[in-house]
Nanobody
Framework: QVQLVESGGGLVQAGGSLRLSCVAS????????MGWYRQAPGKQRELVAR???????NYADSVKGRFTISRDNAKNTVYLQMNSLKPEDTAVYYC????????????WGQGTQVTVSS
């Protein structure tokens, strides 16, 4: 059984920072890409940032220059450093991982709430 558990969400004022973490655990043989998505009320889930096993990254245009994704392969952990937060960043943030367990699959965490007040 594979689990992804996010942490680090919370309430922050505009201009502030938060760091999200997501740990993958269970019967994992290897992890390919890991990513962060977010979903605001009434909106579709959207990609925020993604990082491959080799460290290549891509970001949504709306967060470029403010957010940084990184990962620790030894700990099966992906991070999202969020700086200069804006009210429009308010959403539930989900991590996912494309990984090999007993079979290859895309796994999701349960989400962590990020609220940015103006």
């Amino acid at each position: 059984q594979v689990q992804l558990v996010e942490s680090g969400g919370g309430l922050v004022q505009a201009g502030g920072s938060l760091r999200l973490s997501c740990v993958a655990s269970g019967s994992i043989f290897s992890i390919n890409a890991m990513g962060w998505y977010r979903q605001a009320p009434g909106k579709q889930r959207e990609l925020v940032a993604r990082i491959t096993s080799a460290g290549s990254t891509n970001y949504a245009d709306s967060v470029k220059g403010r957010f940084t994704i990184s990962r620790d392969n030894a700990k099966n952990t992906v991070y999202l450093q969020m700086n200069s937060l804006k009210p429009e960043d308010t959403a539930v943030y989900y991590c996912n991982a494309d990984l090999y367990s007993h079979y290859r699959g895309l796994y999701w965490g349960q989400g962590t709430q990020v609220t940015v007040s103006s």
